[in-house]
């Protein structure tokens, strides 16, 4: 059994097909889906499809540093009032993107500081985004990282100095498929294994980062959470370990950081 720990089923390109969607996934193993939470309106979308699916989909409520110009006075409430719902496991996605700066820095930072008060504040663990940010990210974050549950690097594509950093802080690390890209993952391939077992979790980033190796290619370019056991598998070997070892590993680190039952 998987959990996909991260999976933007809000997006239109799953509109149309939805539930077949969540029942592939569901026959390929990954029982389980927390669905990001980007902005305030794409987080309540998250929730109301918890509410259609219970106890397969979860949700994270949060905002996006894309989105940080946003933030304004009501969203911290907004954001509030939407992590007291019991499908809504997490802070999230927040952080720092210096990348493309949709949003200024300054409001990055800003909005990412907030989010963690918030966590602080509601008990609840912190789906974290970085981009080409990392010393901005860890300085803030270390100002509250003792004082929050748990926190997850999603979606993990750095080097290693970032890695260590974040094992050194005690972050859990999130795998998507950027690690089956036989280009730009071979960095991260090649030092997944000093991740400990019990700090890996497993995420699509659907409908985002197709795994490059899948085969026969699929027709879509359009990634699934049915696509994480090829995930796991990937891996898997990168460890020179079991499937069924990672899975199980997986799927308990998942349910403990979520608080999520079994």
């Known amino acids: 059994m998987l959990v996909d720990i991260g999976v933007n089923l809000t997006s239109g390109r799953f509109k149309k097909d939805l539930d077949e969607v969540i029942r592939k996934a569901q026959d390929s193993g990954v ?12 987080s309540q979308l998250a929730l109301d499809l918890t509410l259609n699916y219970d106890g397969v989909l979860y949700s994270t409520a949060g905002i996006h540093p894309h989105n940080a110009k946003e933030f304004d ?36 930072r800003y909005c990412f500081e907030e989010q963690l008060k918030l966590a602080v504040e509601k008990q609840r663990p912190v789906f974290l985004h970085q ?6 990210f860890v300085s803030i974050l270390a100002q509250y990282n003792e004082k929050i549950p748990a926190a997850v690097a999603h979606c993990f594509t750095g080097n290693k100095n970032e890695l260590d950093s974040y094992l050194e802080m005690g972050l859990f690390i999130g795998i998507t498929g950027w690690v089956c890209d036989e280009r730009r993952g071979k960095e991260l391939k090649s030092m997944l294994s000093d991740i400990p077992l019990e700090r890996l979790m497993i995420e699509t980033d659907a409908p985002y980062l197709m795994p490059r190796d899948i085969r026969p290619k699929p027709k879509s370019n359009r990634n699934e959470p049915v696509y994480l056991p090829h995930i796991c598998q990937v891996v898997a070997d990168s460890y020179n370990l079991s499937y069924e070892v990672i899975a199980e590993n997986t799927y308990k680190n998942s349910l403990r950081f979520f608080s999520i039952n079994d």
């Not at 029982?31 to 794409?42: A, D, L, R, S």
């Not at 969203?75 to 007291?84: A, G, N, R, V, Y």
């Open 131 to 136: 981009r080409d940010a990392h010393e901005d």
């Open 73 to 108: 006075n009501d969203s911290f409430e907004q954001l509030s009032m939407l992590l007291d719902k019991k499908s809504v496991v997490a802070v999230g996605e927040c952080g720092l993107d210096y990348n493309r700066n949709f949003s200024t820095p300054e409001a990055q």
């Open 31 to 42: 029982i389980k889906m927390v669905v990001t939470g980007t902005n305030i309106n794409e």
